[in-house]
């Protein structure tokens, strides 16, 4: 089975604690291959990104939008670094969701969404979401039960919209187990140049895990859909992490097949026009 | 002198076709030696722009802002790949101004530039900027000349309460000969992947080569500040040009010298917190 395919969210109830968070589904080969295998794909990946930009300036309407998911550690960061990285960051719009403020809180949750969906041509990356609305907001009770079941409709029909609109929408979860996130939160603490990623709360966080998870497995049953379905990445190995999402996101390009968009003038015109031109001074 | 003294706008009366275009001032060497030793200030401007993003995420003020301007083809896009593309994109920021919309019209030239500066700990880059207004609004007569006058004050201002505030402002002028520019567009011409990026307009535009210079001088000479000064980069080799801006942005973030954040927390304290804590399920 092939990577993408490997990842890729079955439909019906969802078992997280069936998905192995340190495998590498779907790749044939340890961590050297793997980096080696992101690396290689960067050429076509800058390509085909490159030539989707070109068609969103020249009046194509089409972008993909990247959401990462996944607890703390998981390594959304890593991914923007590492996979996200390799292609022209003029073409690429980042946005980090935090705690809403005020203002955003004021709205219906998806305005602060909407405001920061990918313009055409872009490749969108949301780190963290939408869908931060439906966990931390359901494990710590933000919002009452019947807005949280509200949500997952209103999610959906965004990203159907989305869709309709001509955005290919990549949806990744980040799946580490707690032991991972142990390891790394620890490692946080040992390296002074990552000090400023460690909030005492996320050890808080690490108590209500299992509410966590039964969170996840609710918002990937519901909001997998066939316009804009989940994957679950094992992200405890950094590589195949990077790895998984590099490809889907070489796959979504792909699948969109942008083309150099074709000159909307006479190119012999204009070469005659420069070669003619009076001296310029 | 150094290379980024060397491209270090002096203060006076600006002429600039005194300045050579396919020069590479301040620096002794060829094109695999400029792009040599841009390639290796790449782990050294990652790590400064992480402090600094690191700073920002942990209550600093401080940013960075690149402001570039140049004619058609001086090669701002090409700069945003090989050089801000050597850092994270997760603390980039960049908006590429086109003409302004009705809604952007209707306010003050300043409004949507207020609405894209970067925020603490972010490089924002501005592709194309505040300078259009009394660049291209000058020889185009977009506004009226009493108008143009008020905006390079209002630009000073600007910047000085932006230095004011912890932005470190850098800017270049992308600087290239009209000839240069004619082998570019003919380039494009003859490249299939590259007709998206030529417009008929751009030779129109050339016919006002010399009134753009005009412009531009005045422009450098009137808002060459302490607080936000100048540099002119010498454009037609591309090597060079990635490389000064390179060096200009290194210097400056040398020159925040932004530190990893102490702990706001007790690190033994957290450590055991974790090592103590009840299994997770």
Chains 1, 2 share one sequence.
């Not at 044939?28 to 076509?44: F, H, I, P, T």
């Not at 800058?46 to 939008?65: H, K, P, T």
């Not at 919002?143 to 509200?150: G, V, Y």
Request: one cysteine or more; aromatic letters at 6%.
């Amino acid at each position: 089975m092939s990577l993408s395919a490997a990842v890729r969210l079955r439909p019906g109830p969802v078992d997280l604690t069936s998905v192995e968070t340190d495998a590498a589904p779907g790749f044939e080969g340890r961590k050297a291959d793997g980096e080696a295998a992101l690396a290689a794909m960067g050429a076509e990946l800058a390509e085909l990104q490159e030539r989707l930009f070109a068609e969103g300036q020249s009046g194509g309407r089409r972008s993909v939008l990247l959401v990462l998911q996944g607890m703390d550690t998981s390594g959304k960061g890593g991914t923007l670094r590492h996979t996200v990285g390799l292609v022209d960051p003029q073409g690429v719009r980042i946005t980090s969701f935090k705690a809403p403020t005020e203002e955003e809180r004021a709205h219906d949750f998806l305005w602060r969404i909407e405001r920061a969906l990918p313009l055409p041509g872009i490749l969108g990356v949301f780190d963290r979401s939408h869908y931060e609305d439906v966990l931390i907001a359901r494990v710590r009770s933000l919002a009452p039960p019947e807005e949280i079941e509200r949500r997952y409709t209103a999610i959906n029909e965004l990203e159907q919209r989305l869709v309709d609109g001509g955005t290919t929408v990549v949806k990744c979860m980040l799946h580490i187990s707690a032991a991972e996130q142990k390891e790394r939160l620890l490692a946080r603490l040992d390296d002074p140049t990552k000090y400023w990623k460690f909030n005492p709360g996320d050890i808080d966080e690490r108590t209500q895990w299992p509410r966590y998870r039964e969170a996840y497995e609710v918002a990937l049953e519901r909001t997998h859909t066939e316009a804009a379905p989940w994957h679950v990445v094992p992200a405890d190995k950094k590589w195949f992490r990077n790895l998984a999402i590099g490809t889907l996101l070489l796959e979504a390009l792909r699948g969109l097949d942008p083309q150099w968009p074709a000159p909307d003038f006479d190119i012999d015109e204009q070469r005659g026009r420069l070669l003619d031109e009076a001296p310029i001074a």
